[in-house]
Structures are given as C-alpha cells and as structure tokens.
T-cell receptor, first 117, second 112 residues
Framework: GAVVSQHPSWVICKSGTSVKIECRSLDFQATTMFWYRQFPKQSLMLMATSNEGSKATYEQGVEKDKFLINHASLTLSTLTVTSAHPEDSSFYIC?????????????FGPGTRLLVL | DAKTTQPTSMDCAEGRAANLPCNHSTISGNEYVYWYRQIHSQGPQYIIHGLKNNETNEMASLIITEDRKSSTLILPHATLRDTAVYYCIVRGALNTGNQFYFGTGTSLTVIP
C-alpha cells in the first residue's frame, strides 16, 4: 500500500512553454501533498505544501505565479511550471501524507525529470 | 530548515551491517525521527521512523538514544541494492504542516 505515482516521468519542452506534472495517491487519500525540487548532486528542496480544497503554501523564495499548484481532489495534485526556462530544468518530486496513519508518514512519487531547452 | 547532521558518505562491505548515524540535538519532545533513502534518479523511499523507543521492521532497525539527541539506522545485512543516499529527518511540528526538510544525507556505498 501507500503508492504515489507521477506523470509524466520525464518531459522535454521548449523555453516559454508551460508544463503540467500530476501527482496521484493510488491507494490512500491524501489531504496534504508536497512538491519538491532536486538539482543534480543536491538534496531535495521543499517548494510548497498543497492542501486539498485550499490554496497551496509556498516556501520562501518559490514564486507562486511560476509554479501553480492545484489540489482538486484527495488523490490528485498538479504542479504547473509556467513559462518554463532552462533554469527550471530539474527533478520534481511529490509526496503525499497518508492522513489515515497515526504518525502521518509521507510517501514519495518516483519523480518527474524536466528538461527545458 | 534541516535539523539533522549526518556524515557525508560511508562505505560498507556487502553482507555486513551498515550503521548510519544522525545527530538531532535540537529535537523537540513531540518530534519524530524519520529515515528515507533515495536510490539514484528515484523518489525517496520510506524506511522507518520512531519517537523514543527503538524500532525494527523488515528493512532496518532504528536506535534512538535516551536523550533523543541522536539516532542510528542499522541495515543488518547490507546488499549492493542498499547503495543510496540516506536521509535522517526530524518531522516539523503539527502546526507547521508536517513538512519534511531534507538535509544533505549520507551517501552509502555497499562494496562487493
């Protein structure tokens, strides 16, 4: 149990286009999902916390108008990178908090690799 | 901000126990210690977590010191597939949304 999927697994796009990444909790309901970004040889950096039915909370330094987050259901959150530029190229990872478990463990998706040309 | 300190890298011989230390000297009484690992180009994988008592599951054991200022993750019989970056995380307080802040982790290399 506790499986989180992401789609697509990788994407290549031209500079200036927008890219949407989906994060789904497959076998549990996730009232809270999290989005991370990871550059090569670096650790994961939390970008935002996504709560079902409400606005996302962004970490300091993360542009909310550039990284649009929608958490429309208990099993789906989306991250849209708007007007992507080469510096947005990164590994994007989501996680979902299994609220049904007492200790609220987070489970991570496999990640989406974005390359902006 | 990450609240943990881990060695940058470690080696372990295949079949031997891998002991990965973590310091979390500023941990609060209601904060859990979580361990995840990340194999290259994959999402982090949950390993184990604990509050005060030592914990064991099918993957690993977690030993937490009595003062809770440090812990050790033990992989009892390391295999080549255990080569990964291991992250020790102290979970944020409930009123901050339970965010996980990752430190730099320990890069474990299991040697044949």
């Amino acid at each position: 149990g506790a499986v989180v999927s992401q789609h697509p697994s990788w994407v290549i796009c031209k500079s200036g286009t927008s890219v949407k990444i989906e994060c789904r909790s497959l076998d549990f309901q996730a009232t809270t999902m999290f989005w991370y970004r990871q550059f090569p040889k670096q650790s994961l950096m939390l970008m935002a916390t996504s709560n079902e039915g409400s606005k996302a909370t962004y970490e300091q330094g993360v542009e909310k108008d550039k990284f649009l987050i929608n958490h429309a259901s208990l099993t789906l959150s989306t991250l849209t990178v708007t007007s992507a530029h080469p510096e947005d190229s990164s590994f994007y990872i989501c996680s979902a908090r299994d609220g049904g478990r007492a200790t609220e463990t987070q489970y991570f998706g496999p990640g989406t690799r974005l390359l902006v040309l | 901000d990450a609240k943990t300190t881990q060695p940058t890298s470690m080696d372990c011989a295949e079949g031997r126990a891998a002991n990965l230390p973590c310091n979390h000297s500023t941990i609060s009484g209601n904060e859990y210690v979580y361990w995840y690992r990340q194999i290259h180009s994959q999402g982090p994988q949950y390993i184990i977590h604990g509050l005060k008592n030592n914990e064991t599951n099918e993957m690993a054991s977690l030993i937490i010191t009595e003062d809770r200022k440090s812990s050790t993750l033990i992989l009892p019989h390391a295999t080549l597939r255990d080569t990964a970056v291991y992250y020790c995380i102290v979970r944020g307080a409930l009123n901050t949304g339970n965010q996980f802040y990752f430190g730099t982790g320990t890069s474990l290399t299991v040697i044949p």
